[in-house]
């Protein structure tokens, strides 16, 4: 697989319930991000997790990175439809300067 | 709070064509991207900037893309002769950190370019 790979492609879940969404990558890192995108939009930023830090908590959002399983997971909590959207993760590879996107989690949240 | 602008919104162009996209970065930050996204598929990046000058590129930016920052303000991303696979949304990002450790990067909402 790709640098910086989601799964699932894409999510359904009712509002309140709790969304995860993994991705998985290949190279060693510095740090990873997580960003969202609604459709059409441009991208916004939602959390980063250095390669030293395991867990990371923002509002309603917790990331984990495993470096040893090369993955990180984003739970999003109580999920809310205005949460609908796509998701994705990037990585910021030891040996480039720029970051590498996955392909995305499209998640809808129904109300 | 400041934001990356983009315009045009949207460029609809003949195949064959230059087209130019505009973004003005937030001020006070220091590294510049092009990232691209081909309807409905991941966000590639293209090229990166500092100092002046592009610091990194990927394969997808070959000849028929130049970037320029003209007057410390703009920075723009020009494709010299466009094709039909060119058409995607392009989006310019800015960040105050890069180097060996990029940091948040700020995105605009992007210029939408339709070649036809």
């Known amino acids: 697989s790709q640098q910086g790979e989601e799964d699932p492609q894409a999510l359904s879940i009712q509002e309140g319930e709790n969304a995860t969404m993994n991705c998985s990558y290949k190279t060693s890192i510095n740090n990873l991000q997580w960003y969202r995108q609604n459709s059409g939009r441009g991208l916004v930023h939602l959390i980063l997790i250095r390669s030293n830090e395991r867990e990371k908590h923002s509002g309603r959002l917790r990331v984990t990175l495993d470096t040893s399983k090369k993955s990180s997971s984003l739970l999003i909590t109580a999920s809310r439809a205005a949460d609908t959207a796509s998701y994705f993760c990037?990585?910021?590879?030891?040996?480039?300067?720029?970051?590498?996107f996955g392909s995305g989690t499209q998640l809808t949240v129904l109300p | 709070e400041p934001e990356v602008t983009q315009t045009p919104s949207h460029q609809v162009t003949q195949m064959g064509q230059e087209v130019i996209l505009r973004c003005v970065p937030i001020s006070n930050h220091l590294y510049f991207y092009w990232y691209r996204q081909i309807l409905g598929q991941k966000v590639e990046f293209l090229v990166s900037f500092y100092n002046n000058e592009i610091s990194e590129k990927s394969e997808i930016f070959d000849d028929q893309f130049s970037v320029e920052r003209p007057d410390g303000s703009n920075f723009t991303l020009k494709i010299r002769s466009t094709k039909l696979e060119d058409s995607a949304m392009y989006f310019c990002?800015?960040?105050?950190?890069?180097?060996?450790?990029?940091?948040?990067?700020?995105f605009g909402e992007g210029s939408r370019l339709t070649v036809l």
């Open positions: 990037a990585t910021d590879e030891q040996s480039a300067r720029q970051l590498t």
């Open positions: 990002a800015s960040s105050p950190l890069g180097g060996t450790l990029t940091g948040e990067l700020f």
